[in-house]
Structure formats: C-alpha cells, structure tokens
C-alpha cells in the first residue's frame, strides 16, 4: 500500500517501501537518514526501568514507542550502498553497524548518556557517515534519556541532533527512513525542502502529524529551489 501526503509547498511524505519509490523520484541535494541497522534490536526502551516501565507496557498505559515492536528492515544485515547513489551530499546514521559498505567520509558522533552514565553495557553514542570530509564531530544531546515515554518511534533522533546534521549541507533533504519524522521537523524547521518516505502506516501518521505541526508554525518558510546556473557560450 502507498499513499502520499502533500504538507505543503516542497514537503511531501510517502507512505510505503523506499526501494520501491526511489526510483520515480529525482532531484534532491542531500539524504539525511536513520535506516535501520541490520541488528535486530529489541525496541522496548522501558526494559531497564526496574520493571515499572514494563508493567506499564503491558496494561497497554504507554505509547507504541516502548511496546518493543521490531523495527521494518532490522531483521536482515543492511546495505547502505544504493544512498550514496542520490544527491550530492548523505548522511547516514548507524555507520559503526556497516563500516565496510561506505567509503572515507567525516564522523558524526551523537553523544546520548550523562558521563556519570559512560561504562555501562548500554550504548554511550551514535555514530553517522557523513559524505563530505574526513574530520570527527560531536553532539551532545541528553534528552533521549528523559522522554522514552513520549517519542513516537523507538529509535526516535532528537530534534536538535537533526538539525545539527541538516546544517551541514545544502538544498532539499531526503529521508528514505523517515520513522516518526524528526528529520522532516527539522529540515522544515530550516526553511528546507523535504520529501520523506515510510514503510510502516504508524510511524508515516506520526510523521504526517509532526510535520505538519512544524509547517504550521507562524515563521515557516521554504527555501525556493535556485535556478540552475546558465553557461554563456562566449
Ligand atoms: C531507525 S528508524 C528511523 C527513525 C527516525 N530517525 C526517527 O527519528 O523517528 C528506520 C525507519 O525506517 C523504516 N523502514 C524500514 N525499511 C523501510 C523501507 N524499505 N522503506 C521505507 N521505510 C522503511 C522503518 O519502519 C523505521 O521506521
């Protein structure tokens, strides 16, 4: 099943598998885009809430968020290279999960734990492919500790992290993996152009919704495409 939603001028969302739409679709600048990893994770983010969370769960008192759904694509080892195939500029979270299918590029580091929480078995960053440079960069944004209960998607990126990421390149941004829609919040956010695809309907109405928010903003501007530059023959 597919389905498109138009949010507004240069925002459209679809509804259904990536590798599908891609091919009818052309012209985007840069892919900003959290695939899934190929680890099989498990998505109950309450697991480690001393059982509070998880009795929560299952008399159905939180959000799909926490209820441990396997994320689309998780199951089965993932291949990033077609991503680099579109546009001019990706990035492209999970690189620690599939080193050896991109080559050099910078390294965004998504710092996510409190220090006084480092040394755990648990995950203390993320770690993103960036197309353009070789340097490393961090950011760090603690919120995700704070507001499982909240998040519309498991492995929901926060806000400013998106951002962050967004301003490192140019034009339209396209989101193949879109999820609950941070990356279109953000880029709309930023006055950019942006097309997002989702393969699960739940995520793809929490996305429609939170795009949609951000596009009613009173300061909501999208950039207009620039004109191609002519070459005069002189
Ligand atoms: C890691 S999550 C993205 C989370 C997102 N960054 C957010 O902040 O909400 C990856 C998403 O890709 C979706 N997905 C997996 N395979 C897909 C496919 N072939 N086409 C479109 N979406 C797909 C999954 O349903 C999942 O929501």
């Given at each position: 099943m597919s389905r498109i939603e138009t949010i507004a001028d240069g925002v459209t969302l679809y509804l259904g598998d990536c590798r599908e739409i891609l091919p009818t679709l052309t012209g985007f600048d840069a892919v900003v885009t959290d695939p899934p990893y190929g680890i099989a994770l498990n998505t109950n983010n309450l697991r480690f809430s001393g059982g509070k969370g998880e009795s929560q769960r299952r008399r159905g008192k939180?959000?799909?968020?926490?209820?441990?759904d396997p994320i689309a694509g998780d199951q089965e080892p993932f291949d990033p290279?077609?991503?680099?195939?579109?546009?001019s500029q990706q990035i492209i979270w999970g690189w620690h999960n599939f080193p050896?299918?991109?080559?050099r590029g910078a390294c965004l580091i998504w710092i996510k734990r409190f220090d006084e929480a480092f040394g755990s078995f648990l995950s203390d960053a993320e770690t993103a492919w960036f197309s353009k440079g070789h340097g490393v960069y961090c950011f760090r944004d603690l919120s995700n500790m704070a507001d499982a209960k909240i998040?519309?998607?498991?492995?929901q990126k926060p806000l400013p992290l998106m951002k962050w990421c967004i301003e490192k390149t140019t034009g339209s941004i396209l989101d193949p993996?879109?999820?609950?829609?941070s990356t279109g919040v953000a880029a709309v956010n930023l006055g950019r152009r942006f097309t997002g695809i989702e393969i699960e309907q739940k995520y793809f109405d929490a996305a429609c919704r939170r795009i949609d928010e951000a596009v009613k903003q009173p300061d909501f501007f999208i950039e207009k495409p620039r004109p191609k530059q002519e070459t005069l023959e002189l």
């Amino acid at each position: 099943m597919s389905r498109i939603e138009t949010i507004a001028d240069g925002v459209t969302l679809y509804l259904g598998d990536c590798r599908e739409i891609l091919p009818t679709l052309t012209g985007f600048d840069a892919v900003v885009t959290d695939p899934p990893y190929g680890i099989a994770l498990n998505t109950n983010n309450l697991r480690f809430s001393g059982g509070k969370g998880e009795s929560q769960r299952r008399r159905g008192k939180l959000s799909g968020t926490a209820g441990g759904d396997p994320i689309a694509g998780d199951q089965e080892p993932f291949d990033p290279t077609f991503l680099t195939e579109i546009g001019s500029q990706q990035i492209i979270w999970g690189w620690h999960n599939f080193p050896n299918s991109l080559p050099r590029g910078a390294c965004l580091i998504w710092i996510k734990r409190f220090d006084e929480a480092f040394g755990s078995f648990l995950s203390d960053a993320e770690t993103a492919w960036f197309s353009k440079g070789h340097g490393v960069y961090c950011f760090r944004d603690l919120s995700n500790m704070a507001d499982a209960k909240i998040r519309v998607h498991p492995t929901q990126k926060p806000l400013p992290l998106m951002k962050w990421c967004i301003e490192k390149t140019t034009g339209s941004i396209l989101d193949p993996f879109m999820g609950g829609g941070s990356t279109g919040v953000a880029a709309v956010n930023l006055g950019r152009r942006f097309t997002g695809i989702e393969i699960e309907q739940k995520y793809f109405d929490a996305a429609c919704r939170r795009i949609d928010e951000a596009v009613k903003q009173p300061d909501f501007f999208i950039e207009k495409p620039r004109p191609k530059q002519e070459t005069l023959e002189l």
